[in-house]
């Protein structure tokens, strides 16, 4: 099944003091690699955008987007979707793609909407989808305001829903997280696992002909530890989100 991701990756700009000389520094990072290489081995065909571009080449429209039987939104703030060059730069209209993304759901797509600090609402309310179409399509209640909860001891998600296809095959044994989006499950949402009893971690709905879901921390470093990366079921549970998201299961 054909998949587009987008997000998971940034740049890290700063400067080091050496005498009286300043110099600066800067660093690229894409951290998507591992959840597509993993995911990928039970028939998952990506198309990745990595966040730099999002603003330029994620799908124009519904149609655009229908190629695709699931797109993930991981850890990018809703201004990467909507402000186009050529809005920024030249004052030209062009669709509303989150608005469209809302559409592509309802007409039978799948979305999942994956956290860190650019996800949901996300540091200091800067990733801003609470205020913006897919708000609507999202099976959560979005704050507005930082939404981070930052678990430096590590919380463990609680599985409250144990025979959804989603956890087919999965293990138990989830590891622990550093950190994910506070969310509440809206009315009639399926909370497959909450994270301090009363936060919704994986919830998934059903959206006119489509599904969405959200993973409530991220898929990558840093409130995803190695030992989630490296847990045996990391692949197989993302596959099969996916796929339940796709109508494939």
Not at 18 to 25: E, Y
Not at 40 to 48: V, W
Not at 87 to 116: A, D, F, T, W
Not at 211 to 228: K, L
Request: proline share 5%.
């Amino acid at each position: 099944m054909k998949v587009l991701l987008v997000g998971e990756s940034w740049v890290s700009r700063g400067e080091n003091a050496v005498g009286l000389d300043v110099i600066g520094m800067s660093s690229y990072t894409e951290a998507a690699g591992s959840f597509m290489e993993k995911s990928g081995r039970y028939g998952i065909d990506f198309t990745y955008i990595p966040g730099y571009r999002a603003s330029v080449d994620f799908p124009m429209t519904e149609e655009q987007m229908s190629q695709y039987q699931v797109i993930i939104i991981s850890d990018i703030g809703s201004n990467s979707l909507l402000l186009h060059p050529k809005v920024q730069n030249n004052c030209e209209r062009i669709p509303n793609r989150l608005r469209e993304l809302s559409s592509y759901v309802k007409h039978g797509g799948g979305l999942l909407m994956c956290g860190g600090y650019m996800g949901f609402s996300g540091f200091m309310g800067k990733a801003g989808f609470g205020i913006t179409p897919l708000a609507k399509v999202l099976p959560v209640s979005l704050l507005n305001y930082d939404d981070r909860i930052e678990e430096p001891s590590g919380v463990v998600p609680q599985i409250k829903v144990k025979e959804h296809p989603i956890l087919e095959g999965v293990k138990a044994d989830w590891p622990y997280f550093l950190g994910y989006n506070s969310l509440k499950a809206k009315e009639g949402a399926v909370e497959i696992a909450s994270v301090n009893e009363n936060d919704a971690f994986i919830t998934v709905w059903d959206y006119g002909k489509g599904r969405a879901g959200i993973f409530a921390s991220d898929i990558a470093p840093h409130w995803a530890p190695p030992a989630f990366l490296d847990w045996e079921s990391y692949g197989l549970f993302f596959a099969n989100y996916l796929k339940w998201l796709g109508h494939e299961i």
